[in-house]
């Protein structure tokens, strides 16, 4: 009975909410059959879409922050040229 309670268990996720809600990427036990392969397949395409696309932000917004560093740097550079021009 423990054991059962355990499976149902994986199989769901708790989201914030504090509904219940399967996990998409959660295979069950028995035959993949074609439906659910391509729920299955659906499911990848879209978790690795996300995964890609978390990525890109990440690296975009690092790629930002030294940008922002560099500023400072910048207009202190244009400041020393101005005043060496006067």
Wanted: with cysteine.
């Amino acid at each position: 009975m423990e054991s059962l309670f355990y499976k149902i268990k994986l199989k769901t996720v708790d989201t914030d909410q504090g509904s219940k809600m399967k996990d998409p990427l959660a295979l069950l036990n028995g035959p993949i059959i074609r439906a659910r392969a391509t729920k299955l397949q659906a499911a990848l395409n879209a978790f690795a879409q996300e995964q890609i696309t978390l990525e890109f932000q990440d690296h975009n917004y690092a790629r930002c922050e030294i940008e922002l560093e560099e500023a400072p740097k910048l207009v202190m550079v244009l400041e020393a040229c101005k005043e060496a021009a006067c």
